[in-house]
């Protein structure tokens, strides 16, 4: 299984932007998808997490009431609508996920090591 992000690109504090994920199969339907990011000289952190129902999400609380993640079962899509950049946001931002049959918040917003990684997408915020 393959994941392939897009959507990065450079946007001023303040604005939006909206990242994909797309899983090259459907046989996601067991897994919880997530997105990190990792910012220049910091290491890499937990964004924001979803069963692929849709019906549970997770979210690191630098992001919370701001990032939204959703999921297009029929695309096999996860996405990541991001409102009210700030600078701190610029990183490059990895879709991932796991196979998981339980839904673990704290165990995704704080311990979660995805086997599936995509590609990452930069995500630039100006001030």
């Known amino acids: 299984v393959q994941l392939q992000a897009s959507g990065g690109g450079l946007v001023q504090a303040g604005g939006s932007l909206r990242l994909s994920c797309a899983a090259s199969?459907?046989?996601?339907?067991?897994?919880?998808m997530g997105w990190f990011r990792q910012a220049p000289g910091k290491e890499r952190e937990f964004v924001a997490a979803?069963?692929?129902?849709?019906?549970?999400?997770a979210y690191a609380d630098s992001v919370k009431g701001r990032f939204t993640i959703s999921v297009d079962n029929a695309k096999t899509t996860v996405y990541l609508q991001m409102n009210s950049l700030k600078p701190e946001d610029t990183a490059v931002y990895y879709c991932?996920?796991?196979?998981?049959?339980?839904?673990?918040?704290?165990?995704?917003?704080?311990?979660?090591?995805?086997?599936?990684w995509g590609q990452g997408t930069l995500v630039t915020v100006s001030s």
């Open positions: 979803i069963s692929w129902s849709g019906l549970h999400t």
């Open positions: 991932a996920g796991d196979r998981d049959y339980a839904w673990r918040p704290d165990y995704y917003i704080n311990h979660w090591g995805p086997d599936r």
């Open positions: 199969e459907r046989t996601f339907r067991s897994f919880v």
